[in-house]
């Protein structure tokens, strides 16, 4: 079955200390990988995607992800959080499955920045 | 430019009532979305358009839930007769192809009482 898992419901970082967001997949095709983060009241916004090649992406707001195909993961990093960075962030899979193209996402992982 | 936009942004229903959420996808857009989102979850995908096609319906929970694009543009998701399970923020998306880059809007919060 298709899932995305992202085991951490929280984390809390504080503020100018390095990130690691988690994110496992279980996908029975070629993986199109995606992370989208969403603020109190805002829509998702992608941060970054990773479609072939390159297996480290980079995105915005310094964040960055890495590929790797044997673990089935694709975790979210960044050096240095800023406070600004406090949301909820989803990692989400997608691929063509059976001709059709749809979206599976974790649960999120809430993200708290301590001053 | 602009964005995906809904409306309403937030919906109070009471049970049995029908409503009616909208999608002004991003112009040219050829594939828009629909999605479901539970309080403390991720979106769960309701349905899928490619232009007015509707490709995939397979996450509609039930009879209840129908969707159109009749021109290929704006889209309505419609939830007749509604339940209180059925409160959520509902979440549109659009892109410009199939696979491709989803752009989401800020969701319409439906609330049954």
């Known amino acids: 079955a298709q899932s995305v898992t992202q085991p951490d419901i929280h984390i809390t970082v504080s503020e100018g200390a390095s990130l690691e967001l988690r994110c496992n997949y279980s996908?029975?095709?070629?993986?199109?990988l995606f992370w989208y983060v969403q603020s109190p009241g805002q829509g998702l916004q992608l941060l970054l995607k990773y479609f072939s090649g390159d297996t480290l992406v980079q995105g915005i707001k310094g964040f960055e992800a890495e590929f790797k195909r044997s673990q089935s993961s694709f975790n979210l990093r960044k050096p240095s959080v800023h406070w600004s960075d406090a949301a909820e962030y989803f990692c989400?899979?997608?691929?063509?499955?059976?001709?059709?193209?749809?979206?599976?996402w974790g649960a999120g992982t809430k993200l708290i920045i301590k001053p | 430019g602009a964005g995906v936009s809904q409306s309403p942004r937030y919906k109070v229903a009471k049970r049995g009532q029908d409503v009616a959420l909208r999608c002004d996808p991003i112009s040219g857009h050829v594939s828009l979305f629909w999605y479901q989102q539970a309080l403390g979850q991720g979106p769960e995908f309701l349905t899928y358009?490619?232009?007015?096609?509707?490709?995939?319906k397979s996450g509609l929970p039930s009879d209840r839930f129908f969707a159109e694009r009749p021109e290929g543009s704006v889209s309505t998701l419609k939830i007749q007769r509604t339940q209180q399970e059925d409160s959520a923020v509902y979440l549109c998306?659009?892109?410009?192809?199939?696979?491709?880059?989803?752009?989401f809007g800020p969701g319409t919060r439906l609330t049954v009482l």
């Open positions: 358009f490619q232009n007015e096609a509707q490709l995939d």
């Open positions: 998306a659009s892109s410009p192809g199939l696979v491709d880059t989803q752009y």
């Open positions: 996908y029975g095709a070629t993986p199109y």
């Open positions: 989400a899979v997608g691929g063509r499955m059976d001709s059709n193209y749809q979206l599976i």
